[in-house]
């Protein structure tokens, strides 16, 4: 047999080993959620369950491309090489490997699920520091392991069965051609389809990664339960594998408590004897600025990037609404102003805890669950009288959110599972009904603060942007030429209006409502979206931020400050707090002389912005060109020192003793 001929069969027992594999994923899915079907909430309806099984099955083809993947290479690959038909045994063998580990993972995960409420976890990693006997006695007498193996080897060995009589099945030749033309010229169509499959395959049911999936994104229902289904057992453990490599990588700086004392002194400006690394970042209010407000609302919007505000972009009217309120004489926008990292995820850890984003990811730390951070807003608020909500449009398992937020000392936390919503998509709710629902459940009987994180500037785009009245010229008009008419950027740059226009409806009819409050709007990251395929660091990285309400005036804050997310929080302590009022922060409030800000990746200042590995710096202004870029060892030194307090903090706890 010529070796395209056999390469064309094996592919053939390839594709079939693979919709096989996915058939048992999907089997397993389907058996996990029928056996523990108690734990799907009451409210769950049958096209919940289908969104799961729709969305798992797309991330199961990640899963099941790995076996594919390693059959391919060492059968279909192999065999072009040596022929020989024992080389097809190789498959068949892989396979069954491969499914009995599906097997008794299946089995795992029940019980896991049961005691821990999640596919999977990174606590697993604590196993081998355990009593690895008491343990192993446990799992057999009160979770029956022997006779989890023995059903997950039973089922093993019939699904092997059913694979050794799937992949005999008949496989057909391939087509004959006339002319060499022809034969090359399938040849290549084969080869290109092996590359789209496994494409498809790698971004999840999709050719790019923005419409993909994978264990990030996964949190697609209202149901927990339901969301942990999504995730097969081998895209749990990679999960688990992922949130251990940046605990890991975390832990392993090996930062001296000799270097944290010489970090803390330096933020605190003077040597501090001290043992709790939280006493360096001690603060007292010098004396509020504005009157207590009686609300204040923190609006974290999602993608709510920068450069849709600059004056270049006036004409796509995207951000008329935000706008709208920056112009007016209780406003103060901060332009210069940079997200924590450039993800959600970094913005929320970051203003819920204080600190800068070190790859540490606090909503998975257990210290972050053992005691609220000295820190954290919430608490600090709730010390100034106010009782404490965070709002997400999402849904509340998504990234630990609920349990992180309420460990932190939110008071109440709310998902759009427990709001009144009319539409929306994978994600949660239409900003829309989901800031209408904050507006119709709140009452003024006592001092409250507000976070506030929205989710429809986000792909997909499913907003009905017609019913909402978008005016398609407004942005068509103001695209460049080569984009004029272009369906997908007028529908994507159409999400930003519309995530613009309802956050200012809502600022707007809050303030209406309840006049003694306060505003303040940023965005959780920008590097999105970008007109230019080339942006600029700032137009591709920074976000606004804007305090508007009760008190606020333009020349509140100092024209030539420069912050971040971790800025936010003494911020306001030093705006509404009063004089001699302590709290705790990483951060440097705005009211101050702050000449730059830092995240993970850069700093900005009034006039330049600079990346923090390789030194590369940006003019944000030509007008100010004889201006003088912070110093970099000015700056290398405080961002060195933040990272390094958070850091123990997050990982060793407030202790300083070894």
């Known amino acids: ?69 390693l059959t391919f290479i060492f059968c279909s690959i192999t065999n072009l090489i040596i022929s020989s038909s024992k080389i097809q045994n190789i498959r068949f063998v892989l396979g069954c490997f491969y499914i009995v580990i599906l097997s008794i993972l299946f089995q795992v995960r029940i019980p896991y699920y049961e005691q821990f409420h999640m596919a999977f976890s990174v606590f697993i990693f604590n196993t081998f520091k355990d009593d690895t006997v008491a343990l192993f006695y ?59 499959f496994i494409m498809f395959t790698r971004f999840g049911g999709s050719l790019t990664y923005g419409n993909g999936i994978s264990w990030e994104s996964a949190s697609k229902c209202k149901d927990e339960f339901l969301n942990e289904a999504i995730l ?47 006493n360096f970042l001690k603060k007292e209010v010098q004396g509020a ?28 009217n995207l951000t008329n609404g935000l706008k709208s309120i920056i112009e007016q004489s209780n406003a103060a926008y901060v332009q210069t102003f940079l997200p924590a990292s450039i993800s959600t995820m970094s913005a929320v850890n970051s203003i819920v805890t204080g600190f800068p984003e070190i790859n540490i990811s606090p909503n998975y730390q257990e210290e972050s669950y053992s005691a609220p951070y000295a820190t954290s807003i919430a608490v600090q608020m709730k010390s100034l009288g106010y009782k404490t909500y965070f709002w997400y449009g999402g849904f509340s398992s998504w990234q630990r959110l609920e349990e992180f937020t309420l460990a932190q000392g939110f008071d109440k936390f709310y998902s759009c599972s427990d709001l009144e919503n009319q539409g929306g998509n994978a994600w949660g709710s ?97 590097d999105r979206v970008n007109l230019d395929a080339n942006p600029s660091l700032y137009e591709r990285y920074a976000v606004p931020l804007v305090l508007f309400g009760q008190g606020v005036t333009k020349d509140l804050l100092p024209s030539k400050v420069a912050g971040s997310h971790i800025d936010i929080a003494p911020t306001l302590f030093e705006l509404i707090a009063p004089k001699g009022f302590n709290y705790y922060s990483v951060g440097q409030s705005l009211t101050t002389d702050k000449i730059f800000g830092s995240n993970d990746q850069l700093w900005i200042s009034a006039d330049f912005i600079g990346r923090l590995e390789n030194n590369m710096v940006e003019s944000l202004n030509n007008n100010h060109l ?25 990982t060793h706890g407030k202790n300083l003793e070894e």
């Open 1 to 69: 047999m010529k070796r395209w001929e056999q390469f064309f069969k094996n592919i053939q027992q390839d594709l079939k080993l693979y919709i096989f594999i996915l058939g048992v994923f999907c089997l397993f899915r389907g058996a996990f959620i029928g056996i523990l079907n108690e734990y799907l909430n009451a409210s769950t309806t049958g096209k919940d369950i289908i969104l799961s099984l729709y969305y798992g099955t797309r991330l199961s083809l990640k899963s099941a491309g790995i076996i594919t993947l």
């Open 289 to 316: 600025r504005i009157k207590k407000p009686r609300h204040v609302f923190l609006l974290i919007g999602e993608s709510y990037a920068q450069w849709p505000l600059l004056p270049k972009y006036s004409s796509l």
């Open 430 to 526: 239409e900003d829309k009904y989901f800031l209408n629902a904050i507006s119709d459940m709140l009452t003024d009987e006592k001092p409250t603060f507000h976070v506030i994180l929205t989710t429809s500037n986000h792909p997909p785009y499913t907003v009905n942007l017609q019913a909402e009245n978008f005016d398609t010229e407004s942005i068509n008009n103001g695209l460049p030429d080569k984009l004029k008419g272009d369906q997908e950027w007028i529908n994507k740059l159409g999400h930003f209006w519309y995530a613009d226009k309802v956050m200012a409806d809502f600022v707007n009819t809050m303030y209406k409502k309840y006049p003694e409050s306060l505003f303040i709007i940023t965005g959780d990251h920008g």
């Open 626 to 650: 004889a201006a003088v870029p912070p110093s970099g060892e000015v700056i290398r030194q405080e961002v060195t020192a933040k990272r390094g307090i958070a850091w123990w903090r997050i």
């Open 138 to 196: 446990t799992l057999v007498q009160q979770y029956h392991l022997v006779a989890r193996l023995a059903v997950a080897l039973f089922l093993a060995v019939f699904l092997c069965a059913l694979l050794k009589l799937i992949l005999n099945t008949k496989t057909y030749n391939m087509p004959q051609f006339s002319t060499n033309y022809q034969k090359n010229a399938f040849r290549i169509g084969v080869v290109m389809c092996i590359g789209l």
């Open 232 to 278: 097969d057992d081998v895209q749990a453990l990679y999960r688990v594998y992922s949130i251990n490599a940046k605990l890991k990588n975390a832990k392993d700086l090996n930062i001296s408590k000799e270097q944290v004392i010489q970090y803390g002194s330096y933020l605190a400006g003077s040597h501090i004897q001290t043992t709790n690394v939280e």
